[in-house]
């Protein structure tokens, strides 16, 4: 499964965006960690710059959290 799949599919995030839309956040972004650790092992630049560069760390969460809040 590819990391892109994996956030989706995370309980937590899937349960805070049904419930309690105000945590949706905070669940998304404690499940994109989670997808970054596996993203690692497929794709190191992409980590590489998500753990170096906060701006772009910062537009994937924006644009990660738009995407799946749909």
Request: glycine share 2%; charged share 25%; with cysteine.
């Amino acid at each position: 499964m590819t990391s892109r799949r994996r956030l989706p599919r995370e309980i937590a995030y899937q349960h805070a965006m049904a419930n309690t839309p105000h945590t949706a956040r905070l669940a998304h972004d404690q499940a994109l960690g989670k997808a970054m650790q596996h993203l690692l092992q497929e794709d190191t630049q992409v980590y590489k710059q998500c753990v170096e560069n906060e701006s772009f760390k910062r537009f994937m969460s924006d644009m990660v959290y738009t995407l799946t809040n749909q």
